[in-house]
């Protein structure tokens, strides 16, 4: 609680909305999942810092405050946080990485039920969360988490690592990612031994899965689920983007696509019903998977860096 309300971007975000957007205390609440007394507690400690006195002078502290605002009353979208684009993909990872892990710090409560796809920029967040003990804590694969090439990368590696984190219970999710065809899919997810994973990907309250798009250095690749012509073909075939490794186009169709998966994992549709679902992605060649995602209401929550951030800001409405 006490790193909870001494976070400077966490006590900004909450006196911005509360005295700026004049929200009630009862809305901050909702929108943050936060509980009552830490919303109470933040206000107080912004005071105490002297983040807010009569105004809110301190919207700097957050770097990117007002292009986060943009794009968030642009799209809809709950909250996202932007950050800086880095010199490697490497480095841009490890900053998407870190910015999920210290968004889990307050959105994830007591029984909260917490689903993770796959992919590096999830391992890089897994490697940054903060251990700490909650209640009632399950997490579970939102796609099979067992495959043959980079452990590390897979749902059930992820997921294991969340879990640890905060003492909570792991539901490992026994199967590959993606099959050979639409009969053993079938036949697999009817197994008894998925059927309690399956049920928690139903109750997930927060969900956190990298978007991706077929490319030599996807970890769709570098898992070994598609192969260099498979991903030339999607390409080929205008797919925009990909989560829990299913396809759709720039304006989140996912329709045309279906031929082309036989993952194993949550339907990407009933990602829109999950309160709290985080995109990470970052680059400017990623504007189009995470603009996708967006228009498909797949998430709602955007975790991204400075150049794809302004491409979305500035985007033309008209498509």
């Not at 911005?16 to 107080?44: C, G, H």
């Not at 990612?177 to 139903?202: H, P």
């Amino acid at each position: 609680m006490r790193k909870l309300v001494n976070d400077p971007r966490l006590m900004t975000k909450v006196c911005d909305m509360y005295y700026n957007q004049k929200r009630s205390q009862q809305q901050i609440m909702d929108e943050l999942k936060l509980s009552r007394p830490t919303v109470a507690r933040l206000l107080e400690s912004a005071r105490d810092e002297g983040i807010v006195q009569i105004s809110i002078p301190n919207l700097d502290v957050i770097k990117y405050w007002e292009l986060e605002r943009i794009i968030e009353e642009k799209y809809g979208l709950r909250e996202v946080m932007v950050v800086d684009s880095g010199e490697s993909d490497m480095e841009l990872k490890e900053s998407l990485g870190k910015a999920a892990a210290r968004y889990l710090q307050y959105v994830v409560t007591d029984d909260c039920t917490i689903g993770i796809s796959m992919g590096d920029t999830l391992y890089h967040m897994t490697n940054h969360i903060e251990p700490r003990k909650r209640q009632g804590i399950t997490v579970v694969p939102l796609v099979g988490g067992m495959g043959q090439l980079r452990m590390e990368l897979h749902a059930n590696s992820l997921a294991e690592s969340v879990a640890r984190a905060y003492e909570g219970e792991f539901v490992p999710f026994h199967a590959p990612g993606r099959v050979t065809n639409a009969s053993v899919r079938r036949e697999l997810l009817r197994d008894e031994s998925l059927a309690r994973a399956v049920r928690c990907m139903e109750q997930v309250d927060v969900a956190l899965v990298g978007i991706g798009y077929p490319n030599e250095r996807s970890a769709l690749k570098a898992t070994g689920y598609y192969k260099e012509k498979e991903i030339e073909s999607l390409i080929a075939k205008r797919v925009a983007g990909e989560l829990c490794m299913q396809f759709y186009d720039v304006n989140g169709n996912a329709a045309p696509y279906k031929k082309d998966t036989n993952t194993i994992g949550i339907d990407v549709k009933k990602l829109r019903k999950i309160p709290v679902c985080v995109g990470i992605a970052g680059g400017s060649e990623k504007l189009s998977a995470v603009k996708g995602a967006i228009a498909g209401k797949y998430i709602n929550t955007l975790i991204t860096d400075v150049d794809c951030a302004r491409q979305l800001a500035s985007e033309n409405d008209n498509k």
